[in-house]
């Protein structure tokens, strides 16, 4: 075996990345990424003791940040970077032992404190199957990932000046517990839902942030063509990212397309406002090589999902990173200093040098219905609802992938009878979202809430459906949860909708590889957690319920 890694759902055969993973992480990059949480995880133990003495170090909150969202999948494949940050982290990590002072039975993640030429013998004996037993490790792992999926986006929010203490004593508090060895599944269970709960808290917390800073999302046409500029292709989810790009872009000639999970920047009224965010490009993460193949300009990862390039690929030389993104021969934009904005001049040089994007589609896509937006039309909904006119909402929030099987929901929402109304939210929504599935009086079949974190919306909306109706149960809603999972982001949400007391969603188009039997069970029997079937039989299930 070279390596472990299971957090995904494209793991290899549904059970572990052993040789090399299914996203293109080498092992030597996989136990890298071990050792760094290996690290995170001892200065999340001393940063907890800080806490308590009332001195937490701040520079330990954001690495312990940026150390989960570096190891997210498809967001850091640059070994070197990832190296030079487990020395970081160690140096950190001594400074935080030295305030803290002698306390008794430190786990080895405090302990440790390897030469450079030790990493990797170090990395082989501290990953995912340091935990023998199976359930253990199943239940440390399920809140490891969504802690990482809460660190994506508590980054963002700290991109925007906003952070909450209490989320940050949260994650290293959870990262502290998992280190114990002799923690019990019952403990791992209760921290499982104390993750969710914090999970919202962060959602709502990026939620402020995003609306703050760039307004309430609102309905929005979204062209999907070309213009005649060059361009630049901004993929990721971070909107401080886009915010600067734009600003620096404009008056230059080049023109700002956004990518994947960038889309919903084009909701929102202060990003859409720059004339040249010329549209959305391409389709989900996924279909990159294509896509930016055809793309010719430049392409800047602010976060996942990054797809390695193929040697030979015509754009190898084009892709840029920044923040916690990062790929071997790749040029990364530095951190903002001082308060000064990022320097994203080198992309904007070399889009000027490029072609135009070839076309590779046309039309527009509807999105934009966060909860601001759903809740300004509560009263037509719910006269809709009333009337039967709709009939049922199916969340079909998450992640896209490459898997064919994905092709369910795409052949689902195609299904669905014309009385239903599809919600959604991350970048599961390119299975679907340029279908025509027309509208109910006025609404939209598919509406789109924004990207993965704004799955927090459509759980807004379902609370406010709730008080709107005088339910005394969220379940009691005529909404089902049909969800489809990729990485550590759609975890987070999963948990999140667990701690608001959602039960019955189902997930595709695998369970986890990392839930072990025994762990399965227990999100069946106490959440009523499914897997995905056919879409005939699933639909007439959820019509039924
Ligand atoms: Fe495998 Fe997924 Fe881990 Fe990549 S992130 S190594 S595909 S389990
Ligand atoms: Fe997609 Fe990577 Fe998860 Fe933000 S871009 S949802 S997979």
């Not at 601001?372 to 992938?401: P, T």
């Amino acid at each position: 075996m070279n390596m472990f890694c299971y957090q995904c759902q494209e793991t290899s055969k549904g059970i572990g990345c052993t040789i090399k993973g299914v996203c293109g992480k080498t092992a030597e990059v996989s136990d890298i990424q071990d050792l760094l949480l290996f690290v995170a995880k001892g200065i999340s133990v001393y940063n907890s003791v800080l806490r308590k003495q009332g001195k937490p170090s701040q520079e330990a909150d954001m690495f312990v940040v940026d150390a989960l969202f570096t190891s997210i999948t498809n967001a850091n494949f640059d070994f070197e970077v990832i190296k030079n940050k487990v020395t970081k982290g160690l140096a950190l990590k001594s400074k935080l032992a030295e305030m803290v002072g002698d306390i008794p039975n430190l786990p080895d993640a405090c302990t440790w404190n390897g030469k450079e030429s030790e990493y990797m013998e170090k990395a082989k004996t501290v990953g995912v199957l340091a935990t023998k037993d199976e359930d253990i490790r199943s239940l440390k792992e399920l809140n490891h990932y969504g802690v990482k999926g809460m660190a994506a986006y508590v980054e963002h929010a700290y991109n925007l000046n906003k952070t909450d203490n209490a989320i940050f004593a949260f994650m290293q508090h959870a990262l502290a517990e998992i280190t114990r060895e002799d923690i019990s599944i019952d403990e791992l269970i209760a921290l499982s839902l104390e993750t969710g709960k914090y999970g919202v808290q962060a959602m709502a917390l990026l939620d402020t942030a995003n609306t703050e800073h760039y307004g309430n999302p609102e309905i929005s046409e979204v062209n999907i063509g070309v213009r005649n500029n060059p361009g630049i292709l901004i993929s990721g989810h971070d909107l401080k990212d886009i915010e600067e790009l734009l600003q620096q872009t404009e008056g230059t000639g080049v023109d700002v397309y956004t990518h994947c999970e960038m889309l919903p920047a084009h909701y929102y009224p202060h990003l859409k406002k720059y004339k040249h965010l010329a549209g959305n490009y391409g389709g989900a993460w996924w279909q990159q090589r294509d896509d930016f193949a055809a793309f010719n300009g430049p392409i800047l990862f602010t976060t996942n999902c990054i797809v390695p390039p193929a040697a030979n690929a015509v754009y190898k030389g084009k892709i840029f990173t920044t923040g916690s993104a990062g790929l071997e021969g790749a040029q990364h934009i530095a951190a903002r200093k001082d308060g000064k904005p990022k320097d994203f001049s080198p992309i904007i040089e070399m889009a000027k040098r490029c072609d135009p994007p070839r076309q590779i589609e046309s039309g527009t896509i509807v999105g934009g219905f966060a909860h601001n937006q759903v809740i300004a039309l509560a009263d037509k909904v719910v006269e809709a609802v009333k009337s039967g006119a709709i009939r049922k909402f199916f969340v079909m929030a998450g992640c896209d992938g490459r898997m064919s099987s994905r092709d369910y929901y795409t052949k689902f929402a195609e299904a669905l009878p014309n009385d239903t109304i599809i919600l959604t939210a991350g970048c599961a929504k390119y299975r679907y979202n340029k279908l025509n599935l027309g509208s109910i009086g006025g609404i939209p079949r598919v509406l789109d809430a924004g990207q993965c974190n704004d799955s927090y919306s459509l759980a807004v909306i379902a609370l406010k459906l709730k008080e709107v109706f005088g339910l005394d149960d969220i379940n009691k809603l005529p909404i089902a949860f049909n969800i489809a999972w990729y990485e550590q982001k759609a975890v987070i949400v999963l948990l999140a909708l667990l701690s608001l007391g959602i039960k019955n969603i189902h997930l595709g188009p695998t369970l986890p590889g990392f839930l072990s039997p025994n762990v399965a069970k227990v999100l069946v029997d106490n959440f009523g957690i499914g897997s995905i079937k056919t879409v005939d039989e699933d639909i007439k299930m959820f019509l039924a319920s």
